[in-house]
Protein backbone atom coordinates (compact mmCIF):
# COMPACT_ATOMS: atom_id res chain seq x y z
CA UNK A 1 0.00 0.00 0.00
CA UNK A 2 1.19 3.29 -0.73
CA UNK A 3 -0.33 6.48 0.27
CA UNK A 4 0.24 9.67 -2.14
CA UNK A 5 -0.44 13.29 -1.72
CA UNK A 6 0.08 15.85 -3.89
CA UNK A 7 1.15 20.04 -3.37
CA UNK A 8 2.20 23.38 -4.64
CA UNK A 9 -1.08 23.56 -6.59
CA UNK A 10 -1.88 27.17 -7.16
CA UNK A 11 -3.02 30.31 -9.27
CA UNK A 12 -0.70 31.47 -11.81
CA UNK A 13 -1.04 33.58 -14.74
CA UNK A 14 -0.43 32.29 -17.93
CA UNK A 15 3.46 31.96 -19.17
CA UNK A 16 4.36 31.21 -14.78
CA UNK A 17 5.79 28.33 -13.34
CA UNK A 18 4.69 25.98 -10.52
CA UNK A 19 6.09 22.90 -9.17
CA UNK A 20 3.75 20.06 -7.96
CA UNK A 21 5.43 17.73 -5.36
CA UNK A 22 3.82 14.00 -4.91
CA UNK A 23 5.12 12.90 -1.38
CA UNK A 24 5.18 9.07 -0.82
CA UNK A 25 4.51 6.94 2.45
CA UNK A 26 3.87 3.32 2.84
CA UNK A 27 5.62 0.62 0.76
CA UNK A 28 8.87 1.50 -0.87
CA UNK A 29 8.65 4.60 -3.54
CA UNK A 30 11.35 3.63 -5.68
CA UNK A 31 9.35 -0.13 -6.33
CA UNK A 32 6.41 1.70 -8.30
CA UNK A 33 6.56 3.90 -11.56
CA UNK A 34 4.88 7.55 -10.91
CA UNK A 35 2.79 9.33 -13.18
CA UNK A 36 1.17 12.32 -13.11
CA UNK A 37 -2.80 13.15 -14.69
CA UNK A 38 -4.94 16.32 -15.49
CA UNK A 39 -8.69 16.37 -15.07
CA UNK A 40 -10.35 19.93 -15.93
CA UNK A 41 -13.55 20.56 -15.28
CA UNK A 42 -15.89 18.53 -18.01
CA UNK A 43 -13.35 16.43 -19.08
CA UNK A 44 -11.87 13.08 -18.61
CA UNK A 45 -9.02 12.39 -16.80
CA UNK A 46 -6.14 12.82 -18.92
CA UNK A 47 -2.11 11.74 -19.13
CA UNK A 48 0.15 13.90 -18.30
CA UNK A 49 3.48 12.02 -17.90
CA UNK A 50 5.39 9.19 -16.13
CA UNK A 51 8.73 8.68 -14.86
CA UNK A 52 10.32 5.40 -14.65
CA UNK A 53 11.81 3.62 -11.09
CA UNK A 54 15.10 5.24 -10.99
CA UNK A 55 14.05 8.26 -13.08
CA UNK A 56 16.08 7.82 -15.76
CA UNK A 57 13.14 7.16 -18.12
CA UNK A 58 10.49 10.04 -18.76
CA UNK A 59 7.62 10.22 -21.05
CA UNK A 60 5.51 13.02 -21.97
CA UNK A 61 1.69 13.50 -23.44
CA UNK A 62 1.96 15.87 -26.69
CA UNK A 63 0.49 18.66 -24.78
CA UNK A 64 3.02 19.47 -22.80
CA UNK A 65 6.12 18.35 -24.18
CA UNK A 66 8.90 21.03 -23.13
CA UNK A 67 7.50 22.58 -20.85
CA UNK A 68 6.64 20.19 -17.92
CA UNK A 69 9.59 18.21 -16.61
CA UNK A 70 8.96 15.18 -14.59
CA UNK A 71 12.00 13.86 -11.45
CA UNK A 72 11.57 11.97 -8.74
CA UNK A 73 13.67 11.47 -5.41
CA UNK A 74 13.31 8.43 -4.07
CA UNK A 75 15.87 9.03 -1.10
CA UNK A 76 12.72 11.37 -0.06
CA UNK A 77 10.22 9.68 -1.71
CA UNK A 78 8.60 12.50 -3.09
CA UNK A 79 7.97 12.82 -7.04
CA UNK A 80 7.82 16.45 -8.80
CA UNK A 81 6.32 17.69 -11.73
CA UNK A 82 8.05 21.16 -13.07
CA UNK A 83 5.89 23.05 -15.07
CA UNK A 84 6.74 26.18 -17.30
CA UNK A 85 5.51 28.30 -19.77
CA UNK A 86 1.50 27.13 -18.42
CA UNK A 87 -1.04 28.34 -20.64
CA UNK A 88 -5.27 28.73 -20.08
CA UNK A 89 -5.65 25.39 -21.19
CA UNK A 90 -3.00 23.86 -18.16
CA UNK A 91 -6.02 24.74 -15.35
CA UNK A 92 -7.09 21.09 -13.76
CA UNK A 93 -7.27 19.23 -10.43
CA UNK A 94 -3.46 17.30 -11.41
CA UNK A 95 -2.97 14.16 -9.44
CA UNK A 96 0.32 11.96 -8.80
CA UNK A 97 -0.36 8.22 -9.30
CA UNK A 98 2.11 4.50 -8.53
CA UNK A 99 1.69 1.40 -10.17
CA UNK A 100 3.94 -1.01 -12.37
CA UNK A 101 2.13 -0.65 -15.50
CA UNK A 102 3.63 -2.10 -18.74
CA UNK A 103 4.76 0.02 -21.14
CA UNK A 104 1.68 0.02 -23.33
CA UNK A 105 -0.41 0.96 -20.36
CA UNK A 106 1.62 4.02 -19.18
CA UNK A 107 -0.49 6.38 -20.20
CA UNK A 108 -3.77 4.32 -18.45
CA UNK A 109 -5.78 5.27 -15.32
CA UNK A 110 -6.04 1.93 -15.00
CA UNK A 111 -2.17 1.25 -15.27
CA UNK A 112 -1.41 2.31 -11.77
CA UNK A 113 -3.11 1.37 -8.15
CA UNK A 114 -2.29 4.27 -6.18
CA UNK A 115 -3.34 7.80 -6.46
CA UNK A 116 -3.45 11.10 -4.54
CA UNK A 117 -6.33 13.06 -3.79
CA UNK A 118 -5.51 16.22 -6.30
CA UNK A 119 -4.06 19.27 -5.98
CA UNK A 120 -5.51 22.28 -7.84
CA UNK A 121 -3.93 24.87 -10.79
CA UNK A 122 -5.51 27.53 -12.09
CA UNK A 123 -4.08 29.10 -14.90
CA UNK A 124 -5.35 32.95 -15.46
CA UNK A 125 -4.78 35.25 -18.45
Known amino acids: QVQLVESGGGLVQAGGSLRLSCAASGRTFSSYIMGWFRQAPGKEREFVGTISRNGGTTYYADSVKGRFTISRDNAKNTGFLQMNNLNLEDTAVYYC??????????????????WGQGTQVTVSS
Open 97 to 114: AAGSPRLPDIGRRGGYDY
